[in-house]
């Protein structure tokens, strides 16, 4: 018909210019979320993402936002939000690192008011939703291109775009903006840990720095004191420990010690540490130490012996603990093959020992075995004389051979067989021979590969 026009229905819906939208409806209170009853802070600054591993001064858990943000989880701390807040930023300040900081319930909503200038403050969760609706898109955290479009479409704070349908919004710009729209709303705190939180911990705040070897000395026993006491009443035994201490210009020194055997006797923990603490440098002190035990085991309460000293089944370990401060310390295993230089192979003195049945050969292997020359009546019969340099050796009795044989299903080349002897010499000693090759050939050689006892 003239004079009428038809409209052309485009393929994907449009989101129309915030200026053609009717004024949005105040948005309702979201509902309770899992992350509803844990309280997060969040802190923004120039370098502060270095500093993450120093801010586990204040809580077990802390992850990083990005180069120039933190996430202290704040659940569960004794201390009044208000007054955390303030002890956060003074100490930030005096280490150099001037943050601003928001506690709240949603982490992602109090990033994106930190970026958009929001001074610090504890927020409600009824203060967070009411600061939200204002929040221009710039201070979400969404790739710039995103941001651009938004901003051409008109769509320049939350209240406006959030006004949008979702699924027009999900097709044209995806996943990223509706997780992060979920986030704000406290939906989802997508977040990790820069290091699990230990189960048992102990912590010391000092009014004056710790300067001297006595002062740390006496804080460290303290500490230890305190987590024995925890790990008692848990029924846990320590199996590593960490000792973080922190400086006031934003520095951090750390210590680990494993346990042998899980423990919780603050004489042989405190001894262990005693050593360590001789590695830490003070420089203008420490304000905080921290003694955490990072791996536990269910220990059983044994009944004490009389004697103040430990029973044969604790001297051991803690025996062993004290050695593996000064030298290492190991343990000698079987292992799958009949070469004598891979029958066994080191590990833990705490390992469990496997059962196995030894042969008749050398406690310990020479790291390099000696030429021998060697006198036999015939060319497969045990030696009768062996010369070594320019010494000979008359041997009284043999016993053998020993034969080993390539193992075919190793790859690579493999060496070729051997015989064993064990031999007594007129002198009274007793070596363990090898003749490698076959016998009567012009490469078999003779080598002394260990001594009897």
Same mark, same amino acid.
């Given at each position: 018909?003239?004079?009428?026009?038809?409209?052309?229905?485009?393929?994907?819906?449009? $989101?129309?210019?915030?200026?053609?939208?009717?004024? !949005?409806?105040?948005? =309702?209170?979201?509902?309770?979320?899992?992350?509803?009853?844990?309280?997060?802070?969040?802190?923004? &600054?120039?370098?502060?993402?270095?500093?993450?591993?120093?801010?586990?001064?204040?809580?077990? %858990?802390?992850?990083? %936002?990005?180069?120039?943000?933190?996430?202290?989880?704040? +659940?569960? %701390?004794?201390?009044?939000?208000?007054?955390?807040?303030?002890? #956060?930023?003074?100490?930030?300040?005096?280490?150099? @690192? !001037?943050?601003?900081?928001?506690?709240?319930?949603?982490?992602?909503?109090? &990033?994106? $008011?930190?970026?958009?200038?929001?001074?610090?403050?504890? %927020?409600?969760?009824?203060?967070?939703?009411?600061?939200? =609706?204002?929040?221009?898109? +710039?201070?979400?955290?969404?790739?710039?291109?995103?941001?651009?479009?938004?901003?051409?479409?008109?769509?320049?704070?939350?209240?406006?775009?959030?006004?949008?349908?979702?699924?027009?919004?999900?097709?044209?710009?995806?996943?990223?903006?509706?997780?992060?729209?979920?986030?704000?709303?406290?939906?989802?705190?997508?977040?990790?840990?820069?290091?699990?939180?230990?189960?048992?911990?102990?912590?010391?705040?000092?009014?004056?720095?710790?300067?001297?070897?006595?002062? @740390?000395?006496?804080?460290?026993?303290?500490? #230890?004191?305190?987590?024995?006491?925890? $790990?008692?009443?848990?029924?846990?035994?320590?199996?590593?420990?960490?000792? +973080?201490?922190? *400086?006031?210009?934003?520095?951090?020194?750390?210590?680990?010690?494993?346990? &042998?055997?899980?423990?919780?006797?603050?004489?042989?923990?405190?001894?262990? @540490?005693?050593?360590?603490?001789?590695?830490?440098?003070?420089?203008?002190?420490?304000?905080?130490?921290?003694?955490?035990?990072?791996?536990?085991?269910?220990?059983?309460?044994?009944?004490?012996? @009389?004697?103040?000293?430990?029973?044969?089944?604790?001297?051991? =370990?803690?025996?062993?603990?004290?050695?593996?401060?000064?030298?290492?310390?190991?343990?000698?295993?079987?292992?799958?093959?009949?070469?004598?230089?891979?029958?066994?192979?080191?590990?833990?003195?705490?390992?469990?020992?496997?059962?196995?049945?030894?042969? !008749?050969?050398?406690?310990?292997?020479?790291?390099?075995?000696?030429?021998?020359?060697?006198?036999?009546?015939? =060319?497969?019969?045990?030696?009768?004389?062996?010369?070594?340099? &320019?010494?000979?050796?008359?041997?009284?009795?043999?016993?053998?051979?020993?034969?080993?044989?390539?193992?075919?299903?190793?790859?690579?080349?493999?060496?070729?067989?051997?015989?064993?002897?064990?031999?007594?010499?007129?002198?009274?000693?007793?070596?363990?021979?090898? *003749?490698?090759?076959?016998?009567?050939?012009?490469?078999?050689?003779?080598?002394?590969?260990?001594?009897?006892?």
């Amino acid at each position: 018909m003239a004079g009428r026009r038809c409209a052309r229905t485009p393929a994907l819906p449009l $989101l129309l210019p915030a200026r053609r939208l009717r004024p !949005p409806t105040p948005l =309702p209170a979201p509902p309770e979320t899992p992350t509803g009853h844990r309280r997060f802070l969040v802190l923004h &600054g120039a370098g502060l993402g270095e500093a993450a591993a120093w801010a586990l001064r204040f809580s077990p %858990l802390v992850g990083r %936002l990005g180069a120039d943000a933190l996430l202290i989880e704040t +659940t569960g %701390l004794p201390e009044a939000e208000p007054a955390l807040l303030a002890r #956060v930023l003074a100490a930030f300040a005096r280490a150099g @690192l !001037p943050a601003t900081g928001l506690l709240g319930a949603a982490p992602a909503a109090l &990033g994106a $008011l930190l970026r958009a200038g929001h001074p610090p403050a504890v %927020l409600t969760p009824a203060e967070e939703t009411a600061a939200l =609706p204002l929040l221009p898109v +710039t201070a979400l955290a969404l790739p710039p291109e995103t941001i651009l479009a938004l901003h051409r479409l008109g769509l320049r704070d939350l209240a406006a775009l959030e006004a949008q349908p979702r699924a027009p919004l999900a097709r044209r710009f995806g996943g990223a903006l509706m997780t992060e729209l979920a986030a704000l709303r406290g939906a989802v705190a997508p977040y990790t840990p820069i290091r699990p939180p230990p189960r048992h911990v102990a912590a010391c705040d000092f009014l004056e720095p710790l300067l001297t070897a006595p002062a @740390l000395a006496h804080a460290l026993h303290r500490l #230890v004191a305190e987590l024995c006491e925890g $790990l008692n009443a848990a029924g846990h035994g320590a199996r590593a420990l960490r000792l +973080t201490a922190f *400086r006031g210009d934003g520095s951090w020194q750390e210590l680990g010690q494993g346990i &042998g055997q899980a423990s919780r006797d603050p004489a042989h923990v405190e001894r262990l @540490l005693a050593r360590r603490i001789e590695e830490l440098r003070p420089e203008f002190g420490f304000e905080r130490m921290m003694l955490a035990a990072p791996v536990t085991e269910l220990l059983e309460a044994r009944q004490s012996n @009389l004697a103040p000293e430990a029973g044969p089944e604790e001297a051991l =370990p803690q025996l062993l603990d004290r050695l593996g401060q000064r030298l290492e310390v190991w343990r000698l295993i079987p292992h799958a093959s009949h070469w004598p230089e891979r029958a066994q192979r080191r590990a833990s003195p705490f390992a469990p020992a496997a059962p196995f049945t030894p042969a !008749p050969r050398p406690l310990r292997l020479l790291r390099r075995p000696l030429p021998l020359e060697a006198v036999a009546l015939l =060319p497969d019969a045990p030696p009768s004389l062996l010369r070594q340099g &320019g010494r000979a050796e008359r041997v009284v009795s043999a016993e053998g051979p020993e034969r080993l044989t390539p193992e075919w299903w190793q790859p690579g080349r493999q060496a070729p067989p051997r015989d064993y002897y064990r031999v007594q010499l007129a002198s009274g000693a007793r070596w363990w021979v090898c *003749r490698r090759g076959e016998p009567g050939t012009p490469d078999a050689r003779w080598f002394l590969h260990g001594y009897l006892f």
